[in-house]
């Protein structure tokens, strides 16, 4: 089996209120204690890392300010109904735009790209509480 298999029962479980321990993932799965415990690492360190999936300003209202105050409160509401401590996006490459707007806002690039239609450079901004 798969580790994305692996990783999205143990997320599947953890959404219906049940949290396995490294003996019931490993033994599920046929893995190593070790792996178990690294699974249950890595799910531990990326609950809190959101993702902005997209948001668009329709073409005949760009450019009139709307973006900024639109983006900062999807954050604010990001950030009060789950609580996240990363909120991560992805833009196409050549939206200067849209880039110059992200990194005002406080998000900086990782150096991660997504494949997609375009190359899409991965930006994360990370919440000060």
């Avoid at 692996?6 to 019931?24: C, H, M, V």
């Avoid at 983006?71 to 050549?94: A, F, P, R």
């Amino acid at each position: 089996m798969s580790n994305l298999h692996r990783l999205k029962w143990f997320d599947q479980e953890i959404r219906f209120g049940k949290y396995p321990n490294a003996s019931t993932l490993a033994e599920k799965f046929e893995i190593s204690h070790r792996q178990a415990h690294r699974d249950i690492d890595y799910f531990k360190s990326s609950m809190k890392r959101y993702e902005l999936i997209s948001m668009m300003i329709g073409h005949q209202f760009q450019g009139m300010g709307y973006g900024v105050p639109a983006l900062k409160l999807v954050i604010q509401d990001m950030t009060t109904t789950y609580g996240c401590d990363e909120i991560y996006l992805s833009v196409i490459h050549n939206n200067v735009r849209a880039i110059r707007t992200y990194e005002n806002i406080g998000f900086k690039p990782t150096g991660e790209i997504e494949e997609g239609h375009h190359p899409e450079p991965i930006y994360c901004l990370k919440i000060d509480r």
